[in-house]
């Protein structure tokens, strides 16, 4: 099979496509035929060995894929092979085919193609989890959202939007806004010319926002935080700025905040009914017509231009690398 290998840890540009031997399934475990692998910016800090959890050299890529079942490991019953399957694993994806534990898939949502559904579950479960299972996010609620045209982004402003949620949507540059824009976002920010918190004020009628959900990091967080209104929550998911931000206490203090953070696999873990109720509720959603913001479609050899993309900030909602002619 081809597949995306990494021998050193570094930047994208270290990324070969090899061919390997077919992998096999062991006990508990399902062998997926890819069709199509979404990339992600954790993928980026995979590659550079700076994510919470190391992969071990040599590695394949790449953490979130759509697929059909080809084989079965022992043990397994079900689902059956040529099953359409979305799955997510730590690394592995960016190949043609990929083990993982069958207890780790779960049915492509009625509705979807294999490049979108590549491009769900991570994102939009995230999304969802952030704003109602951690943020506590009610309809009619202001909702600020940092990095809104990336994929967490993007996800964030159409789950938020759908569930009647009234977004902030804050991005560098208008034509970033103009995306979240059209997901539902009622108004957008240039945080990378406008004050981020007097507009939080601003837009929200000076008292700011309920909720902010922050995939970036940096010095915007600081920033969201302090337009937050007194009681508000704050979600941090993620750094794709690069800098984990140092958030001075006293500000937690003075404003009655709560501040959580999320972690998708955590909650996988900890909290499986709440897991199972986010699933129900996106593919609800998506069958009243949501599909996620995919601006980019690759062919696996295209993936180390692919991911420095992603690590460099080019890309807009998900990314998808298809490995067939389908």
């Given at each position: 099979?081809?597949?995306?290998?990494?021998?050193?840890?570094?930047?994208?540009?270290?990324?070969?496509?090899?061919?390997?031997?077919?992998?096999?399934?062991?006990?508990?475990?399902?062998?997926?035929?890819?069709?199509?692998?979404?990339?992600?910016?954790?993928?980026v800090?995979?590659?550079?060995?700076?994510?919470?959890?190391?992969?071990?050299?040599?590695?394949?890529?790449?953490?979130?894929?759509?697929?059909?079942?080809?084989?079965?490991?022992?043990?397994?019953?079900?689902?059956?092979?040529?099953?359409?399957?979305?799955?997510?694993?730590?690394?592995?994806?960016?190949?043609?085919?990929?083990?993982?534990?069958?207890?780790?898939?779960r049915?492509?949502?009625?509705?979807?193609?294999?490049?979108?559904?590549?491009?769900?579950?991570?994102?939009?479960?995230?999304?969802?989890?952030?704003?109602?299972?951690?943020?506590?996010?009610?309809?009619?609620e202001?909702?600020?959202?940092?990095g809104?045209?990336?994929?967490?982004?993007?996800?964030?402003?159409?789950?938020?939007?759908?569930?009647?949620?009234?977004?902030?949507?804050?991005?560098?540059?208008?034509?970033?806004?103009?995306?979240?824009?059209?997901?539902?976002?009622?108004?957008?920010?240039?945080?990378?010319?406008?004050?981020?918190?007097?507009?939080?004020?601003?837009?929200?009628?000076?008292?700011?926002?309920?909720?902010?959900?922050?995939?970036?990091?940096?010095?915007y967080?600081?920033?969201?935080?302090?337009?937050?209104?007194?009681?508000?929550?704050?979600?941090?998911?993620?750094?794709?700025?690069?800098?984990?931000?140092?958030?001075?206490?006293?500000?937690?203090?003075?404003?009655?905040a709560?501040?959580?953070?999320?972690?998708?696999?955590?909650?996988?873990?900890?909290?499986?009914?709440?897991?199972?109720?986010?699933?129900?509720?996106?593919?609800?959603l998506?069958?009243?017509?949501?599909?996620?913001?995919?601006?980019?479609?690759?062919?696996?050899?295209?993936?180390?231009?692919?991911?420095?993309?992603?690590?460099?900030?080019?890309?807009?909602?998900?990314?998808?690398?298809?490995?067939?002619?389908?």
């Open positions: 099979m081809k597949a995306a290998r990494l021998t050193q840890y570094g930047p994208p540009s270290g990324i070969s496509v090899v061919d390997l031997d077919d992998p096999e399934p062991g006990p508990g475990e399902v062998l997926v035929r890819v069709h199509a692998a979404a990339v992600n910016y954790p993928d800090l995979i590659a550079a060995n700076q994510y919470q959890v190391s992969a071990p050299l040599p590695f394949t890529p790449g953490s979130e894929f759509a697929g059909v079942i080809a084989a079965l490991g022992p043990g397994v019953s079900g689902p059956p092979v040529g099953s359409p399957v979305a799955g997510a694993v730590l690394s592995g994806a960016f190949a043609e085919k990929v083990v993982l534990p069958a207890t780790a898939l049915p492509v949502p009625e509705g979807l193609d294999m490049v979108h559904a590549a491009a769900f579950h991570v994102t939009y479960a995230t999304a969802y989890h952030a704003l109602v299972t951690i943020g506590r996010g009610e309809p009619g202001w909702v600020t959202v940092l809104a045209a990336g994929g967490v982004g993007t996800a964030t402003v159409d789950v938020a939007t759908r569930l009647g949620m009234r977004v902030l949507a804050a991005a560098s540059g208008h034509d970033r806004l103009a995306i979240a824009r059209k997901l539902g976002a009622e108004a957008g920010i240039d945080y990378a010319g406008e004050d981020l918190k007097s507009r939080m004020r601003e837009l929200t009628g000076g008292e700011g926002a309920h909720l902010v959900i922050d995939p970036v990091g940096g010095s967080s600081e920033a969201a935080l302090r337009g937050l209104r007194r009681g508000g929550r704050f979600v941090t998911v993620g750094y794709a700025d690069g800098e984990i931000p140092r958030i001075p206490l006293n500000l937690v203090l003075l404003k009655d709560v501040v959580r953070g999320f972690e998708i696999r955590m909650l996988r873990q900890y909290a499986r009914d709440a897991v199972a109720e986010g699933d129900r509720v996106l593919a609800e998506v069958r009243e017509g949501m599909r996620p913001f995919v601006s980019r479609v690759h062919p696996l050899a295209d993936i180390a231009t692919v991911l420095t993309d992603v690590a460099e900030r080019r890309v807009t909602g998900k990314v998808v690398l298809s490995m067939t002619d389908e």
